[in-house]
């Protein structure tokens, strides 16, 4: 009486073609990853070397280094690092802990979605009539930042926003009710409980911000810059720009040189993703409830 | 003015710790609470027991005011502390809280230590306005650790996260954190209905010591634990209060024909 029917097993072929048809899906998911860093790594290794990282360009960009490129991006992440996450920090905070549930609130959420289909170019665009024109800050690192941090503010406020809600109701009601503020709630238990979300949030922001290049072309990248950038009202390189620049704008430029670059930068955002993993594992081996 | 201040003797009945006059409750459309009148007796164990969604809790809720949180509730009446409007608009919410501590169906400890959750009624309240020394600290820690019969057990574990405890001490450690801030009223909604039959009676042993020093209101749909841990027994149906008298005589001896068919469990 249990053996199986033929219907059975139709069924169990059926069911191992789906397996192995979903199995092949996911497994397409890793193919461009691994092509793109294996392309990267044996076409762009090679020019890689001291040299290279920490010297300036050279014969029209076609040697040389990409030093003011390197410190240029570091730059540019980290003013963009400053303006955009007291600001998003403070908003995910109000629009989780205080806002009520209405209109102007939903508005608001609206908005941040909206922020966050914005194309690049368009940002872009807005950065150089804003911050460039309008507040006269000129082509500089503070319009080239300010842009970014304009354009990574919903990235910062949902991540926020999502780890501050991974804290249970239970200890807010609890707070609340020995008389707590919403602010001492805040500080004492629920910030304490999602920093490591945040952290993970700005640290994907960073990874983010660090290969974009529609916002900085117009607001304060520059083409070629051979000097460091000695302050926010500077211009800079980039490495973004840079790399579009080699590839696509000068003639003659060796053609480990774009991979190269296109390595570093990846590398640098592969860095920064691992270190924002790292420590989301660590605070959530600490964090127990 | 503040709830913290003792009636005006004379004034009012100074026996009755809570006074609930002509209370009715809505949220949005939905009226769950009718016309509700209370006396609970200071010092007493008072408990309410009725059906799911016959208003025990939202009864219970009103009286710290923490319905208000949800936004669509309305109130109208009188629910008096000591004489005091809590409903009074010039009631100031963290006062009242500090006099009015609520013990939750779910042991709900902060991820802290064991001390720090004792102290945080403290930190957030701070007597002299700052917040207490290690010395002072560590009194009152034991203080509130004993009056909950914790202190045995946790007494060298303190930095212990009060999430990690069993479902009992961690109970215990919600009501002890409640204590160091002198609360007067001790609104309890089902504290032991997430806990198994010994935590059970270790909580009921507790929350009947605590008798006297504290009066005390507890929700429970345990008809048992109302006859075995409670003084005084309000019965609740659809929003209003059907029967309210001393506990013993309600189970045996119920005035109400609907009282008697539900502690008889013929409903509910």
Request: with cysteine; charged share 15%; net charge neutral.
């Amino acid at each position: 009486m249990f053996e199986a029917t033929a219907q059975n097993r139709r069924n169990l072929k059926v069911e191992g073609l789906f397996r192995l048809l979903f199995l092949w899906m996911t497994c397409m998911l890793i193919l461009p990853v691994a092509l793109i860093l294996g392309v990267l790594i044996v076409r762009g290794g090679p020019a890689i070397s001291w040299e290279f990282l920490f010297t300036q360009p050279l014969n029209n960009m076609t040697a040389g280094g990409i030093l003011p490129a390197l410190v240029g991006t570091v730059w540019l992440v980290v003013v963009a690092l400053i303006a955009s996450v007291p600001v998003g920090v403070a908003a995910a905070l109000y629009l989780s802990e205080y806002a009520p549930d209405n209109r102007l609130t939903r508005a608001i959420n609206l908005a941040i979605i909206n922020l966050a289909g914005v194309p690049s170019i368009v940002h872009a665009l807005f950065g150089l009539g804003a911050f460039v024109i309008f507040f006269r800050f000129g082509t500089s690192i503070l319009a080239a930042s300010l842009t970014l941090a304009v354009m990574t503010l919903p990235v910062v406020i949902v991540a926020t926003r999502e780890s501050l809600q991974t804290v249970p109701l239970a200890f807010r009601e609890a707070c609340w009710n020995m008389g707590a503020t919403r602010w001492q709630t805040i500080r004492k238990i629920v910030l304490p409980n999602s920093i490591s979300g945040i952290l993970t949030g700005v640290i994907l922001e960073v990874s983010r911000t660090s290969g974009e290049t529609a916002p900085i072309m117009f607001t304060g990248a520059a083409f070629f810059l051979p000097f460091l950038p000695q302050g926010v009202l500077d211009q800079t390189m980039a490495m973004s720009l840079h790399l579009f620049v080699i590839s696509t704008q000068v003639p003659d430029v060796p053609e480990h040189m774009p991979f190269g670059v296109a390595l570093v930068l990846i590398s640098m955002v592969l860095a920064m993703n691992g270190i924002s993993i790292a420590f989301r594992v660590y605070l959530r081996g600490r964090k127990k409830w | 003015m503040s709830v913290a201040e003792p009636a005006t003797p004379g004034a009012v009945d100074a026996s009755a710790a809570i006074l609930v006059e002509k209370l009715n409750l809505w949220y949005g459309d939905f009226q769950a609470l009718l016309d509700v009148d209370l006396r609970v007796r200071a010092g007493a164990i008072t408990s309410l027991i009725g059906p799911s969604g016959c208003g025990k809790t939202t009864l219970l809720r009103s009286v710290n005011r923490i319905n208000e949180r949800l936004g669509y509730v309305r109130t109208t009446g009188s629910i008096r502390l000591w004489g005091l409007d809590v409903l009074d608009p010039s009631v100031e919410i963290a006062q009242l809280r500090k006099q009015v501590g609520m013990v939750f169906q779910r042991p709900n400890p902060l991820p802290l230590s064991v001390r720090d959750n004792v102290l945080f009624g403290t930190r957030v309240h701070l007597p002299d306005g700052r917040p207490p020394n290690r010395v002072e600290g560590d009194r009152i820690v034991e203080e509130a650790l004993r009056q909950v019969l914790l202190w045995d057990e946790l007494k060298d574990s303190l930095d212990r996260r009060g999430t990690e405890l069993s479902l009992e001490q961690q109970q215990k450690l919600c009501i002890a954190r409640l204590l160091p801030v002198k609360p007067r009223l001790l609104l309890m909604d089902e504290p032991c209905s997430a806990l198994d039959p010994a935590g059970t009676e270790a909580v009921e042993e507790l929350i009947w010591k605590l008798r006297g020093d504290y009066t005390i209101l507890i929700v429970t749909h345990n008809m048992a634990q109302a006859r075995r841990a409670s003084e005084e027994c309000v019965f609740m149906l659809l929003g209003e209060i059907i029967e309210h008298s001393d506990t013993a005589s309600m189970f045996l001896n119920p005035a109400n024909s609907q009282t008697a068919a539900y502690i008889e469990g013929r409903y509910g």
